[in-house]
């Protein structure tokens, strides 16, 4: 996603001034260059993200398969990267996988410390998973 609004916010008094600018100098020319500014330095920040999330993938492809054993692996990898926090019917889903193969797999990617649990289940309510490290990436270290 591209959020020019990001850097808008943190450059909050230039973003009012340049506004300022147009109405009440009618610099236009001000306005724009800040705005290309703007998107060519949150581009820059979009493009590490993506990057970060590419080379998260393939060490996933490299490492999941290990930790589950499982024929369900790169489905299970592809859930992750759509869904960063999800229930646990809502990962047998979107993997389409077996609920016995993917509860397995949850633990065991539980237990390798590549997703955490953020709410146990209780009859019928899901557990609730998250995957830190996609989200420390997409969110910004917010987890």
Known sequence: MFYISAYLERNRPVYYERLLGVSRDGDWNGWITFFLHAIEEQAGENGKKAKAILDLYDEMKRTVPGVTRSQYAVAAIDALFGAPVFSSAEFYEQAAI???????????????????????????????????RLLAITEGDRL
């Open 98 to 132: 077996p609920k016995v193969s993917g509860a397995k797999i949850l633990k065991d990617l539980e237990e390798n410390d590549i997703i955490q649990i953020l709410q146990r289940g209780a009859g019928r309510r899901a557990s609730m998973y998250a995957f830190p």
